[in-house]
């Protein structure tokens, strides 16, 4: 038997088109940026396409926004045409006689409605991905992840209009070369190889059209691996609790973290974590990391063998936590206050606006906490944000 649900929305959005042209700071969660060239709405697949085309044909700088939650854009702001994804829709058809759910989503729609629309339909996999800001199309191109879960797990396609061969494409999961906070789409905007022959960015080679998923039919969660989550759920690793428990324990976890959007809380002003946890060989670890710093297998999500399943490790890597490197070289949460741009009060991974922090005030924070880690530790730190006429 097959069930439709998560009806698409039809988007409210002005039609594509010239219009006045908002400040990045308006567009984005660190409010820091200043005007685009010129900006333009995209309503519909037709029009994000021939917006895109439209800049490639004429030379014009393309930067293609969902929810501006991953970007920190320099205070001349950006010399080139800003369009931002504003399609919504979450089409769900979930099958019992193979116990599995297919969704399609465009790549505007915020993606925490993805997975309250899962939640809520008993679709398992997505479960602890709950709270992060952004839109859809950005999931596959960071490969997001949170709590023990990767996108990459439950990922099946993405569709997408290819820059430089200048027609739509379809990637399956597998082609698209996922890794931890990666994939072959992120790495097109600095990497030639991934981008064929070129660099693309600040806006990759391929801009997402829509995301399809499959998920397993379950109310009970995947397995929670993670083992915060494990001790807020009061649960022991491995343990299956309802989904709707584990959404509510991730937002509970993150608010406290002040990684929930609110506008009234100068916390959540942060683009999410700033750097991303480093990864290092076992021999770069023995030689770097403290005896008492944190070190967790590196598993490739990759290869799960099915929803809810273990990810293999990989031998010779270790992963090691950011936030620990950056409070033992001397950043405390706060750090830089009473600055304009200081260190989140409740997470020393997050950079944060106080309400009139310029990119250049930021950034200055970023270099001076790459630099102490980088000093006391031998690790340089990677900042997961994409830089738009910025770098560190």
Not at 56 to 74: E, I, K, R
Not at 101 to 118: F, H, I, K, R, Y
Not at 256 to 278: E, Y
Not at 359 to 380: I, Y
């Amino acid at each position: 038997m097959t069930q439709t649900s998560g009806t698409p929305v039809p988007s409210t959005a002005a039609p594509a088109g010239l219009t006045g042209s908002p400040t990045l700071a308006e567009l984005t969660t660190l409010r820091v940026g200043g005007p685009a060239n010129a900006y333009r709405e995209a309503a519909t697949e037709d029009e994000l396409v021939e917006a895109v085309s439209a800049a490639d044909a004429s030379g014009t700088p393309l930067l293609v926004l969902g929810g501006g939650s991953n970007l920190l854009v320099a205070d001349d702001g950006f010399d080139g045409v800003v369009v931002r994804d504003v399609r919504r829709g979450i089409d769900g058809v979930a099958d019992s006689s193979c116990a599995g759910a297919s969704l399609t989503v465009p790549a505007g729609q915020p993606w925490d409605e993805v997975v309250a629309t899962a939640v809520a339909e008993g679709w398992m996999g997505i479960e602890a991905l709950s709270g992060i800001p952004g839109s859809t199309g950005a999931t596959p191109v960071q490969n997001v992840g949170a709590y023990g879960q990767e996108v990459a797990e439950t990922l099946s396609s993405v569709r997408v209009y290819d820059r430089l061969e200048r027609r739509i494409r379809m990637f399956a999961v597998g082609e698209l070369g996922l890794g931890y906070r990666t994939s072959v789409l992120k790495r097109s905007v600095s990497d030639a190889t991934a981008g064929g022959g070129r660099t693309w960015g600040p806006t990759g080679r391929h801009v997402i059209l829509e995301v399809n998923f499959q998920m397993r039919l379950a109310n009970l969660s995947a397995p929670v691996r993670y083992a915060e989550l494990a001790r807020r759920l009061d649960v022991e690793i491995g343990a299956r609790v309802p989904v709707t428990e584990v959404r509510e324990a991730v937002l509970a976890l993150r608010r406290g973290k002040g990684m929930v959007l609110d506008r009234a809380d100068h916390d959540t002003w942060s683009a999410g974590s700033f750097f991303t946890n480093p990864v290092l060989t076992t021999a770069e670890a023995d030689r770097s990391l403290p005896e008492d710093a944190p070190r967790y297998p590196v598993a490739d999500h990759t290869r799960v063998a099915q929803i809810g399943a273990a990810a293999p490790v990989v031998d010779g890597l270790v992963k090691t936590s950011a936030a620990w490197l950056i409070s033992r070289a001397g950043f405390d949460k706060g750090f830089g206050a009473p600055g304009p741009a200081t260190l989140s009060t409740k997470h020393s991974l997050a950079l944060t606006n106080r309400g009139s922090a310029t990119a250049a005030d930021l950034l200055a924070l970023a270099r001076t906490v790459r630099d102490g880690v980088r000093e006391t530790f031998g690790v340089t730190l990677v900042p997961e944000p994409v830089l738009v006429g910025l770098s560190l």
